[in-house]
């Protein structure tokens, strides 16, 4: 189960989009697992920065697309009955996979590899290649790779017969055809080829003729026979476990690519466990960013920062401005920063938080038998109870079911519970005096576009909750400031 | 096997598509009637003579193996027309017996093969006798070759072999096929082997000598088995299928292409009875290379018009060896778009093989043949349709080059004398400069009158005469441009004697 704030803060789409394609892999829980230190976050930002390089990135496909073979071989071979087919399919896979061991140990090998966990992660595979498990598999399966490849005979169909024999020299006869008619030929024509599909299993007829080949080869069949029951389980699991939590990192660097593409910057966070300053260039919301680039529309990127004192980020301004996408922003690049993902910015700061709490606006619950501002304190409430002063608080238009003077009246007192707390909170509110609370509050205002202030320019901006920046501005598009007021009265005066 | 009667030595293109110009040259040529006339009834003929007729060669060789092979075509046309019958009754043939999409079964694949395929050899070996009996007839290069390849390439014991393999690949003995293990030691690289049983007695048919190897018989009954039998045998037949079919298409393609090649010259050979039965005569242009700046023509007549006509039409002798312009001024109605006419068909004709509508006709070759013809579309707005003419004249620019001949009717008027005159001047004079050939038929005075004045020995001057009485001859003469086109003349003419007498 996602934790409750994922909705809110949109990382439930964020994790779909990362992982979209990459079900198979099962890489959700780990999207859950925030990283409690700072040493666990860079570990994971070297393995990153080694695999932004393409040719150890290309390495690590690579082996990707190989194990992915080898389940679909193993798959296929459980999925089937006759004997013969199902060995060589688990042959096929155990190539595959010696193959695709060897090619990775040779991959990591390149000097650009230098993060401490891929460096492990070679030195096992040094090791692992050496084992006696791995090469015996390695022999068995060249040996009769060797073998099986080496195979020809005849098949004779006729009436309602079919016979097997090793191979005769009889003339080719397609040769045969395409030499007699060669001198009709005009150019290249439509091909008259059938293709054949295979169904996936023999038929009992097929079966029949290789059973018949088998005897034709005897030894070779009963060495197909022995590898099967000797390498019944040959992926190991340390690159089981490899094979999949790599993925967690391909993943990452493919969603923020998307947004590199289109022009939008992203970044290894600094994480300072001792600072609870926070700063964030050019940064933006991920899902919604997906959503308009997906579009080719134009996505707006905004700055923030607390330092110093500075605790809480309280946003006001006109409606559909950018307020609750600002704090969910917020929220996104504190999670982000502790999966030791890439996150949205030129250059972010984030504060390595113990607990992440949301409190968005609700649809009320007709079960509860509670009004929607009495859930309100009591969500609140809840959150207060377990925050610390190292949690981060995001509020989302909260008391918005009361009148203004209620509103105000408890929204205050639970800012000032949560400035004694000294909690890093971002708080959207239509309540412009909590702006100016302390001096840990920090105003952000939306920006109304001076020239047409029905136009959203989703801009926040740093400075103090007026109110009027829109107000002005909508007079001055109908003509009624002051200078304009003055001159049309100018006019009709003369 | 290949006809190669439209080139010596490669198939003629007929996917290529129509040059740009092509329906402003069907258009502003009339070609449509010249068409219509080599087609007659024949259905393959309009499918192929534009793209002959307006894809001209530019190259003097070429054509000369053209104009040999039509030569032989007009002295032996009864024997053409054979041999073009029997192609159309192969492809008829095989187009009866398809049945529709292409089989998923490659023994089906393989079974209208060995159907098609004697069909296809019986039809060559008629050929190949006419070839026998008449070869000695034929003159050109491009049925001698023709007719040599049909005796070596048919000869009987080809025939013979091609007849055995159809009858193996009928499999009496059973399919056999030489086979390897991929992917979950499923068979793959499926070869057929020729295989005959040798001494066939009444014992092996029934049971298999040992030499067949380990053998499984089906069960009686057991249908899934026997299709799977037949499905391994179809693996077995997959490319020899494959091999048949393809082989049963590059005969078709022969077929097709000798057709829509013979289709050309029969199309030349309906167009020439026709005039002839006219009385009108024809002739084999002398070609020289693109350049020469050669014209020359003793009554050179407009083809098209002439087929549309009850009675012979007037031609015109040109005499414009040397000339990078021909300016073309004169009475309305004086035939100075017919001879415009001529020069663009007579053009296009030489240059395709054909011969021309002509006492005599030499010239050289152009790089293509353009027009530039006042239209009619958008008449209200004079600005709009003089906007328009050089919007198509700037889409000409574009694909000229060098040794191009370009016939300009009545352009540029579609403003004042002075405009249009300069433009046309500007256009006229860049065009010659830059190689191209021009044959401009106009009114404009200013713009004729300038050139004459320079009176460069290039430019050739030439005028629909008007007689005193008003009556026309349609025959040019060389004479310097007026300022009159003597327009009124047929102004009096519909108006009648009420006009005359008002005028007096």
């Known amino acids: 189960m996602d934790p409750p704030f994922f909705a809110d803060l949109y990382l439930d789409q964020i994790a779909d989009a990362m992982f979209a394609g990459r079900e198979a892999y099962d890489l959700k829980p780990l999207f859950r697992v925030p990283l409690g230190d700072v040493d666990a976050i860079g570990y994971r930002h070297e393995i990153s920065r ?3 390089n393409d040719e150890a990135r290309k390495c690590v496909d690579t082996f990707a697309d190989a194990m992915r073979a080898v389940r679909a071989a193993l798959e296929t071979e459980s999925k089937l009955r006759y004997r013969y087919e199902r060995e060589r399919w688990r042959l096929d896979a155990a190539e595959t996979y010696c193959a695709a061991i060897g090619n990775l140990n040779e991959g990591l090998r390149r000097p650009s590899v230098r993060s401490h966990g891929l460096v492990a992660f070679r030195d096992f595979l040094e090791q692992y290649r050496t084992s006696e498990t791995f090469l015996r598999l390695a022999d068995d399966v060249a040996s009769l790779r060797m073998g099986l490849s ?16 090793p191979c005769g020299e009889e003339r080719d006869l397609v040769e045969a055809v395409l030499e007699t008619f060669s001198r009709f030929r005009q150019g290249a024509t439509k091909s008259y080829l059938v293709t054949f599909y295979d169904r996936g299993a023999l038929n009992h007829i097929e079966e029949k003729v290789l059973e018949f080949v088998a005897q034709l080869y005897p030894e070779l069949f009963t060495e ?36 590199e593409a289109a022009e939008l910057r992203t970044c290894y966070p600094r994480v300072d466990p001792a600072s609870k300053t926070v700063r964030a260039r050019e940064t933006y919301d991920m899902a919604l960013a997906h ?81 929607k501002l009495e859930d309100d304190i009591l969500r609140i409430h809840d959150i207060l109870e377990h925050a610390t002063s190292n949690s981060i608080i995001i509020l989302n238009e909260i ?10 009246v408890l929204a205050r007192a639970i800012m000032e519970r949560i400035l004694a707390l000294d909690a890093l909170c971002v708080c959207v509110t239509f309540i412009d005096e909590l702006a100016s609370m302390s001096e840990k509050t920090v105003s952000m205002v939306s920006v109304v576009d001076a020239v047409d202030p029905g136009k959203r320019t989703f801009r926040l901006e740093r400075r103090p909750a007026d109110g009027l920046a829109y107000a002005l501005s909508l007079a001055e598009r109908y003509g009624l400031t002051y200078d304009r007021l003055h001159d049309r009265f100018k006019k009709v005066e003369r | 096997m290949k006809a190669f009667l439209l080139h010596r030595e490669r198939d003629f293109d007929w996917d290529t598509k129509l040059p740009k110009n092509a329906d402003d040259l069907i258009q502003d040529l009339g070609l449509q009637t010249l068409f219509d006339a080599m087609a007659g009834e024949d259905r393959v003929i309009p499918t192929v003579a534009p793209k002959v007729v307006l894809g001209g060669l530019r190259d003097v060789d070429a054509l000369l193996y053209r104009q040999a092979v039509l030569r032989d075509c007009l002295a032996h046309r009864e024997i053409v027309r054979e041999i073009y019958a029997l192609a159309e009754e192969a492809i008829t043939e095989e187009r009866r017996s398809f049945w529709g999409l292409t089989s998923r079964y490659p023994s089906t694949i393989l079974r209208r093969g060995r159907d098609i395929l004697p069909m296809f050899l019986a039809i060559l070996k008629r050929m190949r006798l006419i070839a026998e009996a008449h070869a000695d007839w034929f003159a050109s290069d491009g049925f001698r070759r023709f007719f040599s390849m049909l005796e070596t390439e048919l000869e009987d014991d080809y025939l013979a072999k091609v007849d055995g393999l159809l009858k193996t690949v009928e499999f009496p003995d059973g399919i056999l ?28 048919r029934i049971l298999p000598p040992a030499e067949d190897g380990l053998t499984y018989h089906i069960p009686p009954r057991d249908e899934s088995g026997m299709r799977a039998l037949s499905e391994l045998g179809d693996r077995g037949i997959n490319l020899v299928a494959d091999a048949l079919g393809q082989s049963t298409e590059h005969i078709l393609a022969f077929f097709t292409t000798l057709r829509s090649e013979l289709a050309f010259y029969l199309g030349c050979v309906n167009l020439q009875e026709q005039l002839t039965a006219k009385g009108e005569p024809t002739c084999f242009p002398a070609i020289s290379p693109a350049g020469a700046r050669i014209r020359d023509g003793a009554n050179l007549y407009d083809a098209c018009l002439s087929l549309l006509a009850k009675e012979r039409i007037v031609g015109n002798d040109a005499a414009a060896d040397g000339k990078s312009m021909i300016v073309i001024t004169g009475a309305n109605r004086g035939g100075k778009s017919t001879f415009l006419r001529s020069l663009g068909i007579a053009q296009l004709m030489m240059e395709c093989g054909m011969f021309v509508p002509a006492n005599s006709y030499r010239a050289s070759l152009s790089s293509g043949v353009f027009t530039h013809y006042k239209r009619e579309e958008d008449a209200s707005m004079e600005s709009g349709k003089f906007d328009e003419e050089l919007k198509r004249m700037n889409d000409m620019v ?75 001859s349609f025959r040019l003469a060389e004479e310097e441009p007026l300022p009159t086109s003597y327009g009124e003349d047929i102004y009096y003419r519909v108006f009648g004697e009420a006009a005359q007498f008002l005028k007096s």
């Open chain 2, 177 to 204: 096929m030489s086979v390897r293990l991929g992917k979950g030691n499923h068979g793959t690289d499926y070869v057929l082997r020729e295989f005959v049983r040798p001494n066939k007695n009444w014992i092996e």
């Open chain 1, 224 to 259: 197909l026979d022995r590898f099967a029951e000797r390498h019944a389980d040959f992926i190991d699991e340390t690159v089981a476990r490899f094979d999949r939590e790599i993925q967690f990192y391909l993943a990452a660097s493919d969603y923020a690519k998307i947004f």
């Open chain 1, 150 to 165: 080496g195979v020809t005979y005849d098949v004779l169909v006729g009436g309602e017969r079919v016979s097997v024999r």
């Open chain 2, 398 to 472: 574009a694909e000229l080059s060098p040794n191009a001949f370009v016939l300009f009717n009545e352009s540029f008027a579609a403003t004042n004398d002075r405009e249009g005159s300069e433009i046309a001047r500007q256009i006229a004079e860049a065009l010659v400069d830059s190689g191209v050939e021009v044959a401009f038929v106009t009114h404009l005075y200013e713009f004729a009158h300038r050139l004459w004045v320079e009176r460069k020995d290039t430019t050739l001057f030439l005028r629909a005469p008007r007689s005193d009485d008003g009556e026309r």
């Open chain 1, 399 to 408: 008391f918005a079911s009361t009148t203004a003077r209620d509103a105000s």
């Open chain 1, 291 to 371: 959503r308009i680039v997906a579009t080719n529309g134009p996505v707006v990127t905004n700055d923030f920062e607390l330092s110093g004192l500075e605790r809480v980020l309280v946003i006001s301004g006109p409606n559909q401005g950018g307020k609750t996408t600002l704090a969910r922003t917020f929220g996104q690049l504190h999670y982000l920063a502790a999966l030791g993902c890439r996150v949205a910015g030129s250059e972010a700061t984030t504060f390595l938080f113990d607990e992440l709490f949301t409190h968005f606006e609700r649809q009320e619950d007709p079960a509860s038998g509670r009004g």
């Open chain 1, 50 to 52: 080694d695999l932004e």
